[in-house]
T-cell receptor, first 115, second 112 residues
Framework: DTGVSQDPRHKITKRGQNVTFRCDPISEHNRLYWYRQTLGQGPEFLTYFQNEAQLEKSRLLSDRFSAERPKGSFSTLEIQRTEQGDSAMYLC?????????????FGPGTRLTVL | GENVEQHPSTLSVQEGDSAVIKCTYSDSASNYFPWYKQELGKRPQLIIDIRSNVGEKKDQRIAVTLNKTAKHFSLHITETQPEDSAVYFCAASSHGNNRLAFGKGNQVVVIP
């Protein structure tokens, strides 16, 4: 499968625990995005990387959230001291920088449930 | 930031009829407008997109139209089939601002 992959697909954790998700983009894509989606809503932008550089973070993103893309390939998203409000589907997307078109391909997501 | 709104929230159509979903956006700098289809429990899949230098784009049974003056764009699905039943999201972004701003989605139900 040459598409975007994410791991794990599901995560159940207790409030206050830390969790880490992984995203592997399409191999030649240099841009990687994290979004969060809750029930009945569209994906909400969290952060974006071009190669290994984190170029943008949503102002809505709590300090408990951190993302890395150390070698410009896979990325990790960590949530510290999880809260029940963090329960959502976390989606990763990747794209290839090519002019004005910003065609983003999504992974299957990691569904987080915080008890 | 960009604000994208979709109407209607739910749309039911008879199989074979057409479905039209409309979106409005707020940022006049937006120049890229994709549409995603998301089936229950699955990832959003890009089905068609349009850039601001084009007014209309068609791909088989789906088409997208863009009116930059009015800041709205629409998805048209003709000859609907049961497999078209899904949630459809519109989005917008501008060159240099790579985040996609999504609408809340439209549930399309195709009745056999």
């Amino acid at each position: 499968d040459t598409g975007v992959s994410q791991d794990p697909r599901h995560k159940i954790t207790k409030r206050g625990q830390n969790v880490t998700f992984r995203c592997d983009p399409i191999s030649e894509h240099n841009r990687l995005y994290w979004y969060r989606q809750t029930l009945g809503q569209g994906p909400e932008f969290l952060t974006y990387f071009q190669n290994e550089a984190q170029l943008e973070k949503s102002r809505l993103l709590s300090d408990r959230f951190s993302a890395e893309r150390p070698k410009g390939s896979f990325s990790t998203l960590e949530i510290q001291r999880t809260e029940q409000g963090d329960s959502a589907m976390y989606l990763c997307a990747s794209s290839l920088e090519a002019g004005a078109r910003n065609e983003q391909f999504f992974g299957p997501g990691t569904r987080l449930t915080v008890l | 930031g960009e604000n994208v709104e979709q109407h209607p929230s739910t749309l039911s159509v008879q199989e074979g009829d057409s479905a039209v979903i409309k979106c409005t956006y707020s940022d006049s700098a937006s120049n890229y407008f994709p549409w995603y289809k998301q089936e229950l429990g699955k990832r959003p899949q890009l089905i068609i997109d349009i850039r601001s230098n084009v007014g209309e784009k068609k791909d088989q049974r789906i088409a997208v139209t863009l009116n930059k003056t009015a800041k709205h764009f629409s998805l048209h699905i003709t000859e609907t089939q049961p497999e078209d039943s899904a949630v459809y999201f519109c989005a917008a972004s501008s060159h240099g601002n790579n985040r996609l701003a999504f609408g809340k989605g439209n549930q399309v139900v195709v009745i056999p």
